[in-house]
């Protein structure tokens, strides 16, 4: 066993269990504590420090809701695999490959509002329950405490530069975005953004979607005086050939989980888009890189942005949904070229986003807490992801599934003939709410009944149990 | 001398200081106590009351500072004239008129960023000072406290419930606005509500603006696919039978409050402008109520959207500016036909301002911190404004001054031939910025050379102090 020597300081400002926590975490963080390697129990940790067995509880209890260690039943702590963990403060090389620090995040986050099914497996539900209220609340206070009126005062229009700071390098070192805070701004949600970004490219765009496609984006960009025309997909995402065949200056895509297929865009047709927005001056790729924080199987795959080299790719993200729909705070990093339109056409626009919630926002961020929120969230959804996979076993004599490496929804697709509409009203029957992929779809899409199961917002319980009832609906 | 016999309860939740702030409070609302009336001293208050002297004193501040009450040096405290109190709560009856809830706010509020001259005559300036910081902790404090996840849930597209309902009684008691919650969008800032307002209005809308304007919202809206035509101002606002030779199909006014020429327009000129609105089924008129919470001479005069029958006028105001510009809180209210066309094409759009913010402005409109707020900050800048009148009647043979009957800012018009720039430039050498009135003409205007003069965020020291750089600059 690792030796647990550990210089604590009774003078320190930080008390006893922090500073067991923070030095355990370090080891961790630092290799020093390996993926399996099991902790002292905690009782013998603290007879050896001499500290109460509390103190080590709670500091261990931390360590395991952040995801760093976890509790085997009758054999102790152990700790997880490093790869596991998000990594903020270590600003990296641009272009260098970030291994330890892609996940995923959700979808859509919208909260049913009508009186739900018994087991609503949508797939934009997130767990709120895992949300850190109580450091939510006392940086807010603090902020609101230290602050003097010029936090009232109207404040830059991309949008605090502090914050854009912070993102620019939580944005490189867990996205491999190359950008500088310059390139960043920041605004209400996404909805705003995309209307921003109306302005910038100009009018009577033509713009290329997937189908299926998320169908929100699909409205706005309706909404605006945009032509949008459809692409088809393959299993490696938007098929270039046919995005050639359009007038599109500009397509849309999710390469890191594209919804609501789930599908993972290879570095192969990558290359190809950048190739074809490279074809000519005024072609741009916007990259929604909407649930980039949770992935459980395979490699991490870098932002698009990432393998950009001449100013191609619109960046787009949020934290309304790593952290909470109601905090609308989304982000987007602008080429160059953009930036200078921007800057000439758009700079009169007032940010969107209050300076106290960018505050808060920014010492969410800044000091740990957010890497904290994602790493304890990703085990949540990770365990939920496993737990749908497992109890599905059952169907896959006549369900093929897919989008399993990442994001909160999985998508089944029947084998047999079932139609969409039968599978969802079987469903329901049983009290169970699922989504047809139709929801999505621009345009009609030939195949196989799909739907999408959401495991986001539902508990371990009520991911069996629901499985239970669709077992008893459709097999 | 008024009976001050308060029947003051030691079992009460609220302290004694409350009760006998609450107390007077009421008697001057009610009519009971009169303007000019003098109140006892709080010492002889204290021995009848038998409270501590400090406890009269802590009520006497409250009621002083929220402009119910003045000192006047050697004299003891008097009651100020009750039509200048803002009142809140008492629903009145639609069109009934509203005298004594009209008042007027700023404009704009932006803090100058740049290394400021020594006296800043900046006409969107605000006094931030007597904003209520603790009271906005306060609420707030509890909100994170009371509140559960469904705070950090997504909300209603058109803001929460509770917020625009309370937004809804204050536009009526305050401003004769009749609407209901339904009718009302919450965005963050008045810029995203008209980037809203143009997915509603649909594209290619020409739109009429007066000549000088709010150049902002030029800028807007000429960032939209909309034509911009201007009409001329006569000394009652927009002349509309100038409006009627274009082919405009919307007209953006600012009746209460003209930026920046001040102008009031008078009854008849709003009768003719909703008749033009009248005239077509697609004409509408957008009323920015921008600073209506400040006004200082004459009576009240409500909204143009109090006088509006049939639906013609969409009706935009803010809280950036009453209350504090990083708030980022503004409301539309749209007449039916919008509205519907709103849910129809637009309800995908969620809202961009948090729930945690709607909920504390909610709890400080509806518990009557704004009201104090407003009445307070009121008798702030009428003071300044009287004083920077007085200080300015040297300048009266060269200059004549409108604008005044409320606001921010006065307008000051050389009766000679100087030019604008030449007064910029001779005050700017004695370490004063005062701003001419091009920087918000869309086309060159004729006349004399105009400048603005913004008192909001200087001390009363400082116009003191300007002014007389501004004699040695001019006179």
């Known amino acids: 066993m690792y030796d647990m020597t550990i210089r604590l300081q009774a003078d320190s400002e930080k008390c006893l269990y922090e500073q067991i926590y923070e030095h355990i975490r370090h080891e961790i963080r630092e290799g020093k504590l390996l993926a399996g390697e099991r902790l002292p129990s905690t009782r013998s940790l603290a007879e050896y420090l001499q500290v109460a067995r509390s103190t080590v509880d709670y500091a261990y ?163 605006f005086a945009y032509r949008v025309v459809t692409v088809p997909m393959d299993e490696n995402g938007m098929v270039v050939d046919e995005l050639e065949k359009t007038d599109a200056r500009v397509a849309y895509v999710m390469p890191s ?32 890189d909407y649930d980039s924080e949770f992935r459980y199987r395979g490699k991490p795959i870098p932002s698009l942005q990432s393998s950009d080299e001449h100013g191609k790719v619109i960046y787009i993200g949020t934290f309304s949904k790593a952290i909470a729909p109601a905090i609308r705070v989304s982000y987007m990093v602008l080429p160059r070229k953009l930036l200078e339109i921007y800057r000439r056409d758009c700079y009169f626009y007032s940010c969107t986003v209050s300076r106290i919630d960018q505050g808060v926002l920014n010492e969410f961020i800044r ?46 697709t029947a084998k047999g003939n079932e139609t969409e509409e039968e599978l969802i009203a079987r469903a329901r029957k049983k009290g169970v709410k699922v989504y047809g992929i139709s929801d999505s779809c621009v345009e009609a899409v030939e195949g196989n009944a799909t739907v999408l199961l959401g495991f986001g917002s539902l508990s371990e319980q009520g991911i069996t149990e629901g499985v239970r009832k669709l077992e008893e609906a459709w097999l």
């Open 367 to 412: 000091d740990g807490y957010f890497e904290r929120h994602l790493n304890k969230m990703r085990k949540i959804y990770r365990a939920k992801h496993d737990l749908l996979l497992r109890s599905l076993e059952p169907f896959a004599g006549r369900f093929s599934f897919s989008g399993e490496h990442g994001g909160l929804h999985l998508v089944l």
């Open 61 to 223: 209890d931390q360590l395991q809701s952040e995801g760093y260690i976890e509790a085997r039943a009758c054999r102790g702590y152990f700790v997880c695999p490093i790869e596991g963990l998000l990594r903020l403060g270590e600003r990296q090389q641009p272009r260098e490959s970030v291994p330890e620090k892609e996940s995923r995040a959700e979808r859509g986050a919208e909260i049913p509002t009508q009186e739900a099914p018994f087991y609503d497996f949508a797939p934009h539900g997130i767990d709120m329950s895992g949300f850190p209220f109580s450091v939510w609340k006392r940086i807010n206070r603090n902020i609101l405490n230290d602050g003097n009126s010029e936090l009232f005062a109207r404040g830059e229009p991309q949008g605090d530069y502090d914050l854009r700071l912070t993102v620019s390098r939580y944005l490189h070192s867990s996205r491999g975005v190359n950008c500088t805070p310059e390139q960043i701004i920041v605004g209400a949600g996404n909805d705003y953004l995309l209307m921003l970004l109306e302005k910038i490219l100009g009018r009577h765009v033509e713009i290329a979607m997937e189908n299926p496609t998320y169908k929100r984006t699909w409205r706005i960009f309706q909404s």
């Open 257 to 288: 989980h594209q919804f609501p297929t789930g599908t993972v865009m290879p570095i192969g047709r990558r290359t190809e888009l950048l190739k074809w927005a490279d074809g000519a001056e005024e072609r741009y790729l916007i990259e929604d």
